[in-house]
T-cell receptor, first 110, second 114 residues
Framework: TQLLEQSPQFLSIQEGENLTVYCNSS?????LQWYRQEPGEGPVLLVT?????EVKKLKRLTFQFGDARKDSSLHITAAQPGDTGLYLC??????????FGTGTSLTVIP | EPEVTQTPSHQVTQMGQEVILRCVPI?????FYWYRQILGQKVEFLVS????????KSEIFDDQFSVERPDGSNFTLKIRSTKLEDSAMYFC????????????FGPGTRLTVT
């Protein structure tokens, strides 16, 4: 089993603050994706990163893939209540299996 | 915008009964997947399917589980004899390609085994 550990597990911040969520593994992944999941719904894809060191921006969200393709981070600038949700990283290994991280539950307080 | 759909949204069944969960993937996608999420736990990969056969399966996907694409649109997950521990959200996903291609998830079926 290829483990993707996310930290922190829970995060509660005030509107307007910045935050970073981390996704770490001892395994190398050919690509890594970030999803957001609302209660009772399926994960919704935010971004895919493929190249080591790659940085992608999606409005106030910045995603980075580690140089060794073992870790990733999600940075949110000026968080808003609408950012509240469960953030999941998921990695694709060379065996064509897809592993989800343990998740980070974010609450943004107005 | 095309989306993955799943039916039913909630299925309640008694232990030992067979259930079939249905999914309609995005029409031009070629790879299909089932995942499971037990309440409060992480999403777990069950199986991937391509060209009418299983590509990969996890340890969870034992002989009690089977998948099928009975026609050109539906993709089903069958659990032959449900156990209490099968209670979970089951998500279907599809993608255009494999190997890191973006997967799009359906809204899930909540399975409750009593």
């Amino acid at each position: 089993t290829q483990l993707l550990e996310q930290s922190p597990q829970f995060l509660s911040i005030q509107e307007g603050e910045n935050l970073t969520v981390y996704c770490n593994s001892s395994s190398v992944f050919s690509s890594l994706q970030w999803y957001r999941q609302e209660p009772g719904e399926g994960p919704v894809l935010l971004v895919t990163v493929v190249t080591g060191g790659e940085v992608k921006k999606l409005k106030r969200l910045t995603f980075q893939f580690g140089d060794a393709r073992k870790d990733s981070s999600l940075h949110i600038t000026a968080a808003q209540p609408g950012d509240t949700g469960l953030y999941l990283c998921a990695g694709y290994n060379t065996g064509n299996q897809f592993y989800f991280g343990t998740g980070t539950s974010l609450t943004v307080i107005p | 915008e095309p989306e993955v759909t799943q039916t039913p949204s909630h299925q309640v069944t008694q232990m030992g009964q067979e259930v079939i969960l249905r999914c309609v993937p995005i029409s031009n996608h070629l790879y299909f997947y089932w995942y499971r999420q037990i309440l409060g736990q992480k999403v777990e990969f069950l199986v991937s399917f391509y060209n009418n056969e299983i590509s990969e399966k996890s340890e969870i996907f034992d002989d009690q589980f089977s998948v099928e694409r009975p026609d050109g649109s539906n993709f089903t997950l069958k659990i032959r004899s449900t156990k209490l521990e099968d209670s979970a959200m089951y998500f279907c996903a599809s993608s255009v390609r494999q190997g890191g291609s973006e997967q799009y998830f359906g809204p899930g079926t909540r399975l409750t085994v009593t």
